[in-house]
């Protein structure tokens, strides 16, 4: 079946630093992709999404892109800010049935300023 | 409500009792999902409906647990016989359609003593 296997946390950075979240993906098909976020005390939220090979998705300076030779989608942001400490869930679906998603384990990221 | 709703937020219930979670989805929104979500892991997918039908059941457990939606808005899951390895959260998401993305609600706490 379908899986995905998420780099391992907690991950501690400071205040500008560069931010990388390794996500690679097992699936039969071809799946879309997805980041989405947990802010302490909120819901999950989708964070950004790419649909086919090549696809870069983007939202508030978090970048990740669609590679299907290496069956990935590593979450990056140039400068991380101690609003961006949350826990990071990489998702994927069958593009005809988008809501139903298969999560990583998720990755625990703190900012320290 | 101009989200998805889940109530209770949490629930303490007693080994072996039965316990009803509900979700209220966004208005209009025509699919709905459940997932269960571990201390430490991503959500896991219990059951889709799309309507009042429910069109996929395959993450279901175990024939303890059950979700019905019978006029194509509020959902219920439901828990018979609860185990201790019930405890976590469920989260319930809706979507417009199949194909595009969902949005999470926050979750029920559910912890079984």
């Known amino acids: 079946g379908d899986s995905v296997t998420q780099m391992e946390g907690p991950v501690t950075l400071s205040e500008e630093a560069f931010l990388t979240i390794n996500c690679t993906y097992t699936?039969?098909?071809?799946?879309?992709l997805f980041w989405y976020v947990q802010y302490p005390g909120e819901g999950l939220q989708l964070l950004l999404k790419a649909t086919k090979a090549d696809d870069k998705g983007s939202n508030k300076g978090f970048e990740a892109t669609y590679r299907k030779e290496t069956t990935s989608f590593h979450l990056e942001k140039g400068s991380v800010q101690v609003s961006d400490s949350a826990v990071y869930f990489c998702a994927l679906s069958d593009r005809r049935d988008a809501g139903k998603s298969t999560f990583g384990d998720g990755t625990t990221l703190t900012v320290k300023p | 409500g101009a989200g998805v709703s889940q109530t209770p937020s949490n629930k303490v219930t007693e080994k072996g009792k039965y316990v009803e979670l509900r979700c209220d989805p966004i208005s209009g929104h025509t699919a709905l999902y459940w997932y269960r979500q571990s201390l430490g892991q991503g959500p896991e997918f219990l059951i889709y409906?799309?309507?009042?039908?429910?069109?996929?059941d395959s993450g279901l457990p175990n024939d303890r647990f059950f979700a019905v939606r019978p006029e194509g808005s509020v959902s219920t899951l439901k828990i018979q016989r609860t185990e201790r390895g019930d405890s976590a959260v469920y989260l319930c998401?809706?979507?417009?359609?199949?194909?595009?993305?969902?949005?999470f609600g926050q979750g029920t706490r559910l912890t079984v003593v």
């Open positions: 409906f799309q309507g009042t039908g429910a069109a996929d």
């Open positions: 699936a039969t098909g071809y799946p879309s």
């Open positions: 998401a809706s979507s417009s359609d199949k194909n595009t993305e969902a949005f």
